[in-house]
């Protein structure tokens, strides 16, 4: 059982940015696609962005394209999300992910969430 654990939400004033980290507990982290989802209230659980295990393939929703940037450090069992040109519409709370390159069905384990809040 791999567990994950997230770092570096709160608030920001909307154009500013964020970065999330996500680090976890096992070597085999590194056998695996990385990532994260986002969930705001009233919504769905919808795919952010993913990376591979060799950190050779990224994939991006649209709505984050240009703005964020997903990376991974297989020695330290890290995956980091660097969130510039933030956007109220970004608030959530959001959940790093093994096992996905983009299907939530295809995840493995789950973080437990940090929450991002950006003011308009």
């Known amino acids: 059982q791999v567990q994950l654990v997230e770092s570096g939400g709160g608030l920001v004033q909307a154009g500013g940015s964020l970065r999330l980290s996500c680090v976890a507990s096992e070597r085999t982290f590194s056998d695996y696609a990385a990532g994260w989802f986002r969930q705001a209230p009233g919504k769905e659980r919808e795919f952010v962005a993913s990376i591979s295990w060799s950190s050779s393939s990224t994939t991006y929703a649209d709505s984050v394209k240009g703005r964020f940037t997903i990376s991974r450090d297989n020695a330290k069992r890290t995956v980091n999300l660097q969130m510039n040109s933030l956007k109220p519409e970004d608030t959530a709370v959001y959940y790093c992910?093994?096992?996905?390159?983009?299907?939530?069905?295809?995840?493995?384990?789950w973080g437990q969430g940090t929450q991002v809040t950006v003011s308009s």
């Open positions: 992910q093994l096992g996905s390159s983009g299907s939530r069905l295809r995840v493995r384990y």
